[in-house]
Nanobody, 124 residues
């Protein structure tokens, strides 16, 4: 497992942008696939986007495709989530997660390391 620390949450108006960062501990971060999930009040924690350990492959949920971008810098042990054209329904706690595997993982229960989850609030 790795320890994950997220940053970059906050309040933004609809149509605006935010970038979340997920910094990992350890020297083996490049062996971990990473995903971003979000959980709105009273709802399940849902997959948003994921990236392979190399960073070559990504996969997005249909609801964010074309507006959210995941990327990683393995030299800095950090994964980023760029969120553009934000909508009020994107309001949620956002979690990054990691699992030691090469490919993209979309199933929440497959991840064994989780960050603390910063709040993202999009006002209308």
């Amino acid at each position: 497992q790795v320890q994950l620390v997220e940053s970059g949450g906050g309040l933004v108006q609809a149509g605006g942008s935010l970038r979340l960062s997920c910094a990992a501990s350890g020297r083996t971060f490049s062996t971990y696939a990473v995903g971003w999930f979000r959980q709105a009040p009273g709802k399940e924690r849902d997959f948003v986007t994921g990236i392979s350990r190399s960073g070559v492959s990504t996969d997005d949920a249909a609801s964010v495709k074309g507006r959210f971008t995941i990327s990683r810098d393995n030299a800095k042990n950090t994964v980023y989530l760029e969120m553009n054209s934000l909508k009020p329904e994107a309001t949620a706690v956002y979690y990054c997660a990691a699992v030691r595997t090469p490919g993209i993982v979309v199933v929440r229960s497959s991840y064994d390391s989780w960050g603390q989850g910063p709040q993202v609030t999009v006002s209308s």
